[in-house]
């Protein structure tokens, strides 16, 4: 477990680092990076800003770290999400797992991004071209929908 | 009579913003659950559209309605998330 790694960050993420950082003892490492996109639901996005609970944050991380162990067997895990406000194309979410074989590697990178879109307690403003902004996820004043149907990063 | 209790809930996302607060002081009688909670903020009339029974964490874990809340918990309402 002490190869694992997983939390918020405020400073920009470079993925690259992160792939790299899992050692050389691992034949496959699966990376998967969600960055800004420039256009969400046909509106033109111009920047996120991403707003977490941090106390909260840590035991979610903590939490899909033991799942994804205890379902798959990989070497490391290394996943990052950011906070603040981020550009279009900035890095939102990374996620590293390296692993023996393909299967797994690819697998538990899954695994990971998905639990920390359902999972993990942090929200997501989009600023739009026009001047307005909307936060994302759910219902309420931001829309009828669900997290993670055609939303702004990954 | 039971002395009520004052729980300080942490705002987050869109409840923050539309509360123009990042935390409130809601007042509930002590012994009180989740669902009195819920039941104080929704009485406060707030002008956020909280859902009927939104996801309240307790000291980082989301808690059932009928958890019982002490004055050291750290409460906090939970949107939507979004993250990704």
Redesign the interface.
């Known amino acids: 477990m002490s190869s694992d790694l997983a939390g918020l960050r405020s400073e920009p993420i470079d993925a690259a680092s992160l792939a790299a950082s899992v050692g050389p003892d691992c034949g496959a490492v699966v990376t998967f990076e969600g960055r800004v996109r420039n256009v969400n639901e046909g509106r033109r996005v111009i920047r996120l800003h991403y707003d977490a609970y941090e106390g909260m944050a840590d035991r979610v991380f903590a939490d899909i770290l033991r799942r994804a162990r205890e379902e798959f067997p990989v070497t490391a895990i290394r996943v990052l999400h950011r906070t603040g406000t981020l550009a279009v194309g900035e890095t939102a979410v990374a996620v590293a797992v390296a692993a023996g074989h393909r299967e797994e590697a690819f697998a538990a990178a899954r695994f990971v991004i998905e639990a920390v879109k359902a999972d993990l307690p942090v929200w997501k403003r989009e600023e739009y071209e026009d001047g307005s902004s909307r936060w994302l996820g759910g219902t309420g004043t931001t829309g009828e929908r669900s997290a993670g149907e055609g939303d702004g990063a990954a | 009579v039971a002395s009520p209790l004052t729980v300080t809930v942490?705002l987050?996302?869109?409840y923050?913003?539309?509360s123009a607060t990042s935390t409130l002081d809601v007042d509930v009688p002590s012994r009180a659950t989740v669902a009195d909670l819920v039941a104080a903020l929704h009485a406060l009339e707030l002008d956020v559209?909280f859902?009927d029974r939104p996801v309240v964490?307790v000291n980082?874990?989301p808690a059932p309605d009928g958890q019982v809340l002490a004055a050291d918990d750290?409460i906090?309402l939970?949107?939507?998330?979004?993250?990704?």
Do not use: K, N, S, T
Not at chain 2, 78 to 84: D, E, F, K, L, N
């Open positions: 942490r987050f996302g869109r923050r913003d539309l559209p859902p964490a980082h874990q750290e906090a939970i949107p939507p998330v979004a993250g990704g």
